[in-house]
């Protein structure tokens, strides 16, 4: 799990690039988290989400356009550093990627990909990060359940919008001019062409 490393005075930027490349590091209200790199069944949830949003919002290939989608940018927000799963940003507020190796512009969008070390850290310590620098839409998909929670910003904090299971096929906003097909998240590839398998 997910553990705040063991100091008497805040930490800084400093003790989180001084983190071991294997790991995952994110500063939270001065506290240091560090993880483990993400498991095989977090990461090809990750990725496929990110293969499936980035044609149509990234591209523009049967979607809208109109967005950058990332995976695992770091993010400066208000003292915090956090590192989400994926984030998209719309290009009306981001025209340009920053020139920084991070950026200090809160996204529109974040998910995160909810593993055993990171779930409760995602929801208790990250979610009220994102409200309070307003990003609108978060999702967390877990792998594991094969479930994605989709969740909407509003005044009074987060509203949960939906939650969908196993190999629903989806329209989630802010992404939903496109139908989300959940079973990429968590099946195994489609076989080679040509194959009888």
Known sequence: MGHPAEKLHPA??????AVPP???????????????????????????LGMQLGPPFRFGEGG???WWILNEPELHLGGDTLVPDLAGWRVERMPELPETPY????????????????????RAKKMPVYAREGV??????????????????????????????D???VRAVPFDAIELDLSK???KPAPPAGSST
């Open 12 to 17: 800084t930027y400093a003790d989180l690039e």
């Open 22 to 48: 294997h790991q995952v590091a994110e500063l939270i209200q001065g506290t240091l988290y560090v993880f483990p790199r993400p498991a095989p069944r977090h990461a090809s949830a990750h990725s496929s």
């Open 64 to 66: 809208p356009g109109g």
């Open 103 to 122: 950026f200090p512009l809160a996204p529109d969008w974040v998910c995160e990909v909810a593993s055993p070390s990171t779930a409760a850290i995602d």
């Open 136 to 165: 609108q839409h978060l999702w967390i998909v877990d792998p594991i359940e094969r479930l994605l929670e989709v969740f909407a910003l509003t005044p009074e904090g987060w509203l949960l919008r939906g939650v969908h299971h």
């Open 167 to 169: 190999d629903a096929k």
């Open 185 to 187: 998240l968590w099946n």
